[in-house]
Protein backbone atom coordinates (compact mmCIF):
# COMPACT_ATOMS: atom_id res chain seq x y z
CA UNK A 1 0.00 0.00 0.00
CA UNK A 2 1.41 3.61 -0.66
CA UNK A 3 1.37 6.59 1.00
CA UNK A 4 2.05 10.13 0.52
CA UNK A 5 3.26 12.44 3.60
CA UNK A 6 3.48 16.46 2.58
CA UNK A 7 6.35 18.07 4.39
CA UNK A 8 6.22 21.16 3.20
CA UNK A 9 3.69 23.16 1.13
CA UNK A 10 4.50 27.24 1.60
CA UNK A 11 4.45 30.01 -0.36
CA UNK A 12 7.17 32.09 2.40
CA UNK A 13 10.97 31.13 3.46
CA UNK A 14 11.31 30.47 7.16
CA UNK A 15 11.89 34.10 7.48
CA UNK A 16 8.17 34.69 6.89
CA UNK A 17 9.90 36.33 3.80
CA UNK A 18 7.28 35.79 0.45
CA UNK A 19 8.47 33.81 -2.38
CA UNK A 20 9.26 35.92 -5.30
CA UNK A 21 8.08 35.37 -9.05
CA UNK A 22 10.68 33.46 -10.60
CA UNK A 23 11.57 33.96 -14.08
CA UNK A 24 13.70 31.03 -15.13
CA UNK A 25 14.83 30.87 -18.72
CA UNK A 26 17.11 28.14 -18.68
CA UNK A 27 16.22 26.15 -15.48
CA UNK A 28 18.44 23.63 -14.01
CA UNK A 29 17.57 21.48 -10.56
CA UNK A 30 20.47 20.27 -8.30
CA UNK A 31 19.74 18.32 -5.15
CA UNK A 32 22.52 18.07 -2.69
CA UNK A 33 23.68 16.07 -0.05
CA UNK A 34 25.35 18.12 2.59
CA UNK A 35 26.89 16.63 6.06
CA UNK A 36 27.75 19.16 8.90
CA UNK A 37 29.98 17.84 11.77
CA UNK A 38 29.00 18.14 15.32
CA UNK A 39 29.66 21.93 16.15
CA UNK A 40 30.48 23.17 12.92
CA UNK A 41 29.84 26.03 11.01
CA UNK A 42 29.15 26.66 7.12
CA UNK A 43 30.28 29.85 6.37
CA UNK A 44 28.00 33.01 5.84
CA UNK A 45 26.71 32.97 2.45
CA UNK A 46 23.21 33.73 0.65
CA UNK A 47 21.49 32.02 -2.24
CA UNK A 48 20.22 33.95 -4.88
CA UNK A 49 17.70 30.71 -5.92
CA UNK A 50 15.20 29.23 -4.50
CA UNK A 51 16.24 26.49 -2.14
CA UNK A 52 14.60 23.75 0.10
CA UNK A 53 16.38 21.74 2.71
CA UNK A 54 15.14 18.68 4.17
CA UNK A 55 16.87 17.75 7.34
CA UNK A 56 17.39 14.43 7.14
CA UNK A 57 19.62 14.24 10.25
CA UNK A 58 20.44 15.92 13.45
CA UNK A 59 19.63 19.26 15.10
CA UNK A 60 20.87 22.48 12.37
CA UNK A 61 20.34 26.11 13.57
CA UNK A 62 20.29 28.80 10.64
CA UNK A 63 21.17 32.29 11.97
CA UNK A 64 20.75 35.61 9.18
CA UNK A 65 23.18 38.77 9.38
CA UNK A 66 20.72 39.99 11.31
CA UNK A 67 20.89 37.75 14.14
CA UNK A 68 17.29 36.04 13.46
CA UNK A 69 17.68 32.22 13.70
CA UNK A 70 15.42 29.25 13.48
CA UNK A 71 15.81 25.79 14.65
CA UNK A 72 15.55 22.93 12.69
CA UNK A 73 15.40 19.24 13.69
CA UNK A 74 15.25 15.60 12.23
CA UNK A 75 12.46 14.96 9.70
CA UNK A 76 11.65 18.84 8.62
CA UNK A 77 11.90 20.95 5.83
CA UNK A 78 13.29 24.21 5.92
CA UNK A 79 12.13 26.96 2.83
CA UNK A 80 16.24 28.90 2.57
CA UNK A 81 15.93 32.67 2.17
CA UNK A 82 16.67 33.92 -1.13
CA UNK A 83 19.24 36.73 -1.32
CA UNK A 84 19.99 36.90 2.28
CA UNK A 85 23.48 36.33 4.37
CA UNK A 86 23.43 33.45 6.33
CA UNK A 87 24.96 30.87 7.83
CA UNK A 88 24.05 26.99 9.67
CA UNK A 89 25.25 25.71 12.42
CA UNK A 90 25.27 22.07 14.17
CA UNK A 91 24.04 22.52 17.39
CA UNK A 92 23.12 18.86 17.71
CA UNK A 93 25.37 16.49 19.75
CA UNK A 94 25.30 14.11 15.88
CA UNK A 95 26.03 14.97 12.50
CA UNK A 96 23.58 16.99 10.28
CA UNK A 97 22.31 15.08 7.21
CA UNK A 98 20.52 17.32 4.99
CA UNK A 99 18.94 17.03 1.25
CA UNK A 100 18.60 20.00 -0.71
CA UNK A 101 17.08 20.98 -3.68
CA UNK A 102 17.71 24.32 -5.58
CA UNK A 103 16.33 25.48 -8.84
CA UNK A 104 17.69 28.34 -10.82
CA UNK A 105 18.80 29.40 -13.99
CA UNK A 106 21.18 26.83 -15.37
CA UNK A 107 25.08 27.57 -14.48
CA UNK A 108 23.81 30.24 -11.73
CA UNK A 109 25.57 29.30 -8.42
CA UNK A 110 24.09 27.86 -5.63
CA UNK A 111 25.51 29.61 -2.61
CA UNK A 112 28.01 32.75 -2.63
CA UNK A 113 29.82 33.16 0.31
CA UNK A 114 30.38 36.79 2.18
CA UNK A 115 33.35 38.40 1.62
Given at each position: ????????????????????????????????????????S?????H????????????????????????????????????????????????????????????????????
Amino acid sequence: MSNKETLLQTTYTWDNSVFKSINIQNPEVTVLKITIDVGESLPMHKHNLLNIAYVKQGTLTVTKDTNEEITVKEGTCLPEVIGTYHYGKNTGNIPVELIVFYVGEENEPLSVNKD
